[in-house]
Structure formats: C-alpha cells, structure tokens
C-alpha cells in the first residue's frame, strides 16, 4: 500500500516556474513507477510524465516535453514534478500517482489505469 500527499501547487506567473512534490508512505515506494497527470475543469485527467522505479527511465506527454521535469529521491520517498516555462494550458488539479505494479511492467505509462494509488491533488494556477 502506498499513500500519496501533494504539495507545491500555488499561483504562478506565465513563464514562471514552479516545483510540486509527491511525499509516499509505505516501504514498497522505491520499487514503483510513478507518474504525474493533470486534470483542468471540464477536461479528462491527462498524463504528464512518469519516472521509472530506479529513476532511470522517463516519460513526457508533448505538451510539457522540454519545459517540465519528473525526478524522484528513493531515499526520501519522494517525486517531484519541476514546471518551467508555465503556459496558460498548464492550470490544473496535479495528481501524483503510483503504479499498481511493481519493478519492471510493461503496461503504458500513460494509461491511468496502470496506476493503483493516487493523491488528493494540487491545484496549479497560471496568471497572465
């Protein structure tokens, strides 16, 4: 079982950065791909980027590619989505997610299904 807190999320100016931080519970947390997706009012939940367990592999939707960051600090139990480069698309409820496998899966890191633990969410701003 793993538990998922977000934090981080705030207002922001467009251009600006802003980093969100996922805190897990639970001993297994190291050995889960994780993932970050987004959810904007009247829109679906949409995948932003996953990290791989050892952190070695990562995965970005087009839309963030080359201005957002995913990382994560096993001995912190820790993952951490760096947003530059803020756009007005980016305003969203960011989720942190945590894979339903563990270790090596081949299911698509994209796909919300795949992950089984989710946190509240936090809210990202963007202002003009």
């Known amino acids: 079982q793993v538990q998922l807190v977000e934090s981080g999320g705030g207002l922001v100016q467009a251009g600006g950065s802003l980093r969100l931080s996922c805190a897990a519970s639970g001993r297994t947390f190291s050995s889960h791909r994780m993932g970050w997706f987004r959810q904007a009012p009247g829109k679906e939940r949409e995948f932003v980027a996953a990290?791989?367990?050892?952190?070695?592999?990562?995965n970005y939707a087009d839309s963030v590619n080359g201005r957002f960051t995913i990382s994560r600090d096993n001995a912190k139990n820790t993952v951490y989505l760096q947003m530059n480069r803020q756009k007005p698309e980016d305003p969203a409820v960011y989720y942190c997610?945590?894979?339903?496998?563990?270790?090596?899966?081949?299911?698509?890191?994209?796909?919300?299904?795949?992950?089984?633990?989710w946190g509240q969410g936090t809210q990202v701003t963007v202002s003009s």
């Open positions: 997610a945590a894979d339903g496998s563990t270790y090596y899966t081949d299911s698509n890191p994209r796909e919300a299904w795949t992950y089984a633990y």
């Open positions: 990290i791989s367990w050892t952190g070695g592999s990562t």
